[in-house]
């Protein structure tokens, strides 16, 4: 959270927040729910940053059972249950089952309320979504906002991300977040900060699946900088030390090469990129991540079914599949040159026999990310049938948009508190491109305390 990147009026006061609540993080979870479990992985994703070792600080996972499972859905057991839905899990066990709050599903935030003062008093939603009817709640003592970041909200990410906002990326992160919390903060006056900022590398966009007519994305944290694959981009040359996409402390924010601008042709290059692999590859597993079952069909781990549906393209020769994407991958509008991918594809090969990436210094390594560790040595891509998925910039989600204090107050363009609005979580990050694996769920758990212990301290609200 350098100056730079955070007001300097705030920063020193939410470094201090941080300090003293990140550390009993763990145990606050296991209050929740006493069962939670967490697994550790790795360590600090900024080795460099002073003070990174001495900090102990790592990834934990929280699951039920003693082995981390990789089950996903909706309306799990408890015990199927891994990572953010474990966490999820915790929360419903200690705020649904002790019925120590009230939820309205299905319930459609539309706008703050406000008196003549300026105090939040309440708020106006919409029963059943944006076309239900009006429901007003009034706010004893103020208003949270933490309803996540803009990623399938179009006019939000036209005006704030990089590149082609629309047709550049995707997410895979839920699309529920449109970006309505941080529209209801600016209507009462918010200041905003660093909205442009995401959590965001290469990822996979699905040609058939949207939501608000935004592409959904798939993660490719187990193809993307992994032996036997490589990256190129519309124009079929390599741009990259592909493994900057999968591993820290570069994974996270990645997307700006993704997003790069050739300044003197006025294109963006690297939009679409492609992942190139051979049938050697095809065969070691699933090259992208399917979790919510969002997609039409379950991505196996020979990849036959996202080939048979078109969305890897599938050909005998690298020339052949230059020709491929040039002619059939909209996306690419006519860029690809074949002379380009089978230079692109001797430099890998190269590479693979003299364990020298001389172009871009890339080490014979596979992600090394919290959930893909280890080293691996290379391989060629030789083998026929070759193969090209299309990547573009995504991730999880964006991070940044209303400016809040230490105390979680979100202030105006004068700096000074809106009373009663508070706001925790993506929609008002305080990271924003700097990204430890789970750092939006740290900074969920340690703002959304600052923020509810300090709504809770207000005055009750009276006519």
Known sequence: MSEGEYSPLFIDDMVDKFAELQPGLLDFVSSLDPDIMFNRFGGAAFPTFPGAEESGYAVYAPSFA?????VHGNHLDKLETSWGQALMMAFETELIDNELVTFLWDTYGEGLIQNEAGEVIGLKALSGGPEGDPVYIKAKRGVVLASGGYEYNEEMRRAFIEGPAVSGWAFYGTPSNTGQGILMGLKAGAQMLKASKCSCRMIFACPDVEFNGLRFGLNTDASVGTEGTYCVNAYGNRFIDETKFTKD????????EAVHMDITELDYPNVPS??????????????????WGLIPFEWDDLNEEAINAGWILKADTLEELAELIRSSHEDNAGRMSAENLLAANAQYNEACETGVDTAFGRVPKASTNAYTEGETGWTK????????????AGGPNTKGGLLTNADRNVVD???????????????????????????????????????????????????
């Not at 003693?66 to 990789?70: A, D, K, L, S, W």
């Not at 590859?281 to 090259?287: E, H, P, V």
């Not at 891509?381 to 090209?388: D, G, K």
């Not at 700096?415 to 925790?424: C, F, G, Q, T, V």
Request: aromatic fraction near 14%; charge should be negative.
């Open 274 to 291: 492609y992942l190139i692999f051979d049938d050697v590859r095809r065969q070691k597993g699933a090259l992208a991540s399917e979790l």
């Open 413 to 463: 363009w004068s700096n000074n508190p809106i009373p009663r609005l508070y706001s925790a979580g993506e929609m008002s990050s305080c990271f924003k491109w700097v990204y430890q694996s789970g750092g939006n769920i740290t900074e969920g758990l340690v703002c959304g305390q600052i923020a509810g212990e300090n709504v809770a301290a207000e005055e009750p609200w009276s006519e």
């Open 249 to 256: 402390p570069s994974r996270y924010f990645s997307y700006k």
């Open 66 to 70: 003693e082995e981390t499972t990789t």
């Open 381 to 392: 891509c030789e083998t026929p049938p070759f193969y090209a998925m299309p990547l573009v």
